[in-house]
């Protein structure tokens, strides 16, 4: 059973992709709700995790009961946290400020029963995490846009 769910896609994203996936995003998270699935983990960086921080705040009102959680990278940054319930700092204090991020998306893949992405090619942040989402055999819901 999915309970707790997190994304991965690119940080910049084009308006038209922007437009396309909000609706696929809130689509496929209602599903999950709808089969139990209670929390959410987002990034917070970027359009496409801001897209998916949206996607869930406007599933909120209909299911009051599903929480976000922001997962941050670094201690000492300010964030912008209104789209979120919770924030949570994963156990990364030890880990360089340069693989922060990547160490942050690996936690949230872990604690996660399934991952929905948005990739579209085999470089980058969300292509790791996509890869590393597939060796830990965490359901994926592939978004996809032409």
């Known amino acids: 059973m999915i309970k707790t769910v997190t994304f991965c896609g690119h940080s910049n994203l084009s308006s038209a992709e922007k437009e396309a996936l909000f609706p696929i995003i809130c689509t496929e998270a209602e599903k999950l709700i709808k089969n139990g699935a209670d929390t959410f983990l ?3 960086y970027g359009s496409f995790d801001y897209l998916c921080a949206l996607a869930v705040k406007k599933l909120k009102v209909k299911y009051p009961s599903i929480t976000s959680i922001f997962v941050i990278p670094y201690l000492n940054r300010t964030y912008n946290d209104d789209l979120y319930d919770l924030t949570e700092y994963p156990p990364i204090e030890k ?13 949230m893949v872990q604690k996660s029963d399934a991952v929905i992405a948005y990739v579209k090619h085999s470089f980058g942040g969300a292509s790791t995490t996509l890869s590393y989402a597939k060796r830990k055999k965490k359901e994926i819901i592939r978004l996809i846009y032409e």
């Open 95 to 107: 880990v360089p400020p340069h693989y922060a991020i990547s160490k942050r998306n690996e936690y």
């Open 42 to 44: 987002l990034g917070g």
